[in-house]
């Protein structure tokens, strides 16, 4: 059946289906980077002890469901998640919601993704997809990495609802529950929770595994990696980080653009001449994570590999923990209600 | 970034589609642009399929001098590692390791080597010789 479902490119796929699908309930006025603001979606975390496809755990972002979740709870939009036991029982509960013309949000497995290309299908279940609608049986499916919709057979999206392993999906989908109206005050406040939020999770935590702390410790241990690990084993965790940094949902430099693009948009709600200011110094670090991966590249290629080009490439990381560390400090600063 | 700084190299997600990045015009203000991709990224994204096709060729080399069993091939084939195959087949972590084992595989029934055969999507017979066709 056709609804007036509306499919929009996104870079990230959280972000994308969370602004969609807000859509569908009016809420029209979130681009991508207020939903990933909002949602306070930049992050580092760098898990000890811990491997993913044999190498180092880092992201650049918060854990799946939090922005959605996020922007639902600051908005005070009631939200719907429902997960399943059963293949059976996913798949009814999911006809009947897009027959009554309801597009939902679907946390999937990407390794059975079938329209993704091979290169891409990896054991990771935290992508996001909106199902739309279905034509016999074909679920049509909006994935907003994507320039185009797309769809896929009822047993493709079975096997990709039902992935197994980390995070698993176990069926799991979501929408708000009803049609709510969103003012621009409401906006404004959400994205001051939002930085708030980003605020503490950035330099607000002890230790070294989350924040710009773990950018320093990600930066130092970089520089043992030559010694500790093998040029080529060192060669592969870079190419890990640099992967998480600019693979496709990033929007590039691990997140820092959207976040810079999103408080030149806060700026319109919270007319604030920091917010530009700290804009640039996102970008501004942004730049430098782009320059580290070409630093690491060198090295993962081979071109390079001397410990001092490690010592450099860990710098980076070093200057890049003290950039966003006084950011977030400038941010903290901000007398919103002034 | 700067709009005309987006790099538009060739890469592997250029056959589905073109990504969304975030980047600033001459007056500093942000807006999407697409790219085809990055050519730093393709590199690391080739290391990495390097590193699984080595690792598969070396799991396909302990299966044949008997170090392993096939389910060590297919493990690799497949990009599991043991916590993977066991959410897919239901065996605990422990069990699996004793099926790596090739002396014990070898005694493994079939409704077990079904398990497996359906978590890397192949059959039974491919399971036991490593020879597989299509995906």
Same mark, same amino acid.
């Given at each position: 059946m056709e609804n007036e479902f509306k499919h929009l490119q996104s870079a990230h796929c959280e972000n994308g289906v969370t602004t969609n699908l807000l859509k569908t309930i009016g809420v029209n006025k979130l681009t991508e980077p207020l939903t990933f603001g909002i949602g306070a979606g930049l992050f580092f975390v760098h898990l000890p002890f811990l491997k993913i496809n044999n190498g180092p755990a880092i992201a650049f972002r918060a854990m799946p469901g939090l922005i959605f979740k996020r922007n639902c709870d600051s908005l005070g939009i009631p939200v719907e998640r429902k997960k399943f036991s059963s293949k059976e029982s996913a798949k009814k509960y999911l006809d009947e919601r897009i027959l009554s013309g309801k597009p939902v949000g679907c946390q999937v497995g990407v390794y059975y993704l079938t329209y993704f290309p091979k290169e891409y299908r990896f054991h990771f279940n935290a992508h996001n997809i909106i199902v739309y609608g279905k034509e016999g049986d074909r679920y049509l499916i909006s994935d907003p990495v994507m320039e185009d919709v797309t769809s896929l057979s009822s047993y493709e999206l079975e096997r990709v609802r039902f992935a197994k392993g980390a995070l698993a999906p176990r069926g799991q989908i979501y929408f708000p529950k009803e049609e709510k109206i969103v003012t621009d005050e409401m906006i404004a406040n959400a994205i001051v929770k939002g930085i708030r939020k980003n605020i503490f999770y950035m330099t607000g935590i002890?230790?070294? #595994? #989350?924040g710009t702390n773990a950018i320093k410790g990600t930066g130092k241990k970089i520089k043992k990696w030559r010694d500790k690990l093998g040029q080529k084993t060192a060669g592969l965790y870079l190419a890990q980080l640099v992967r998480m940094q600019e693979e496709i949902g990033t929007g590039g430099g691990g997140f820092r653009y959207i976040y810079a693009a999103f408080l030149q948009q806060a700026h319109a709600f919270h007319p604030k001449d920091e917010l530009l200011e700290i804009s640039k110094t996102f970008t501004q670090s942004g730049d430098i994570w782009r320059n580290a991966a070409v630093q690491a590249a060198g090295i993962y290629k081979g071109r390079i590999g001397s410990q001092a080009d490690f010592d450099v490439m860990g710098d980076y990381l070093l200057q890049i923990a003290e950039i966003e560390k006084n950011a977030f400090r400038a941010l903290s600063k901000i007398k919103w209600h002034s | 970034m700067k709009k005309e700084d987006i790099p538009q190299d060739d890469g592997a997600l250029n056959k589905l589609t073109k990504e969304v990045v975030y980047a600033v015009d001459s007056l500093g203000n942000y807006s999407t642009e697409l790219s085809t991709g990055w050519e730093i990224k393709t590199t690391a994204l080739d290391v990495a399929w390097k590193d699984i096709e080595q690792r598969i060729e070396n799991a396909r080399q302990k299966v044949l001098t008997n170090e392993a069993s096939p389910i060590l091939f297919f493990m690799e084939l497949r990009l599991m590692d043991i916590g993977i195959v066991s959410a897919y087949t239901g065996f605990w972590k422990f069990t699996i390791k004793q099926h790596l084992k090739p002396a014990i595989f070898r005694k493994l029934a079939d409704n077990k080597l079904r398990k497996y055969a359906e978590a890397f999507n192949i059959s039974i017979e491919e399971l036991k010789t490593m020879n597989v066709h299509g995906e």
């Open positions: 002890p230790g070294d #595994v #989350v | -």
